[in-house]
T-cell receptor
Framework: GAGVSQSPRYKVAKRGQDVALRCDPI?????LFWYQQALGQGPEFLTY????????KSGLPSDRFFAERPEGSVSTLKIQRTQQEDSAVYLC?????????????FGPGTRLTVL | GDSVTQMEGPVTLSEEAFLTINCTYT??????LFWYVQYPGEGLQLLLK?????DKGSNKGFEATYRKETTSFHLEKGSVQVSDSAVYFC???????????FGTGTSLTVIP
């Protein structure tokens, strides 16, 4: 694929529901990142994978948030028992290597609204 | 902890005006610095980057120089166009660990 894709683009959930957000990184990219972007703010780091290994999950706000990348390609961010404060745009990014100097390529995001 | 502070917007300029968006950072070690841009209805795109002190990143007429002595990475363009209207984000990536720290974004509107 040409770029990072995310699905769904929009998700509305009732408070307490579980949601799953999908990210397809650029083919061959080793590293994958999830960010949360609140309205009017910059993206905030959630978690980072290198291949299938989750190397950093320090940004996940609570144990309701869980991410996986079982085969080192597609990743899923799962939010259990959604709360209104989870409403945000969730961005996925990938980079070719694991180097911090590497460019991260961002997907269009999934806008989650929790009612 | 590591952080990025960028000038608040919104910024409104006339076409062909000079643009500066200030960005300063706090980080341990020697981070890499980035400017990302988000055009209306689109995702974040890399605009330019610099990976060590005194490096200058440039793209599409935009420039930014990595100044370690002032911990700054200000974005400049000599003559803005209407098509430059977007939100601009300054970001850093520590060279230990691998996560971006973004500023809050600066909205730029260029009027004809």
């Amino acid at each position: 694929g040409a770029g990072v894709s995310q699905s769904p683009r929009y998700k509305v959930a009732k408070r307490g529901q579980d949601v799953a957000l999908r990210c397809d990184p650029i083919s061959g990219h080793v590293s994958l990142f999830w960010y949360q972007q609140a309205l009017g703010q910059g993206p905030e780091f959630l978690t980072y994978f290198q291949n299938e290994a989750q190397l950093d999950k320090s940004g996940l706000p609570s144990d309701r948030f869980f991410a996986e990348r079982p085969e080192g390609s597609v990743s899923t961010l799962k939010i259990q028992r959604t709360q209104q404060e989870d409403s945000a745009v969730y961005l996925c990014a990938s980079s070719l290597t694991g180097l911090a100097t590497d460019t991260q390529y961002f997907g269009p995001g999934t806008r989650l609204t929790v009612l | 902890g590591d952080s990025v502070t960028q000038m608040e917007g919104p910024v409104t300029l006339s076409e062909e005006a000079f643009l500066t968006i200030n960005c300063t950072y706090t980080a341990t070690g020697y981070p890499s610095l980035f400017w990302y841009v988000q055009y209306p209805g689109e995702g974040l795109q890399l605009l330019l980057k610099a990976t060590k002190a005194d490096d200058k990143g440039s793209n599409k007429g935009f420039e930014a120089t990595y100044r370690k002595e002032t911990t700054s990475f200000h974005l400049e363009k000599g003559s803005v166009q209407v098509s430059d209207s977007a939100v601009y984000f300054c970001a850093l990536n520590r060279n230990t660990g691998n996560q971006f720290y973004f500023g809050t974004g600066t909205s730029l509107t260029v009027i004809p």
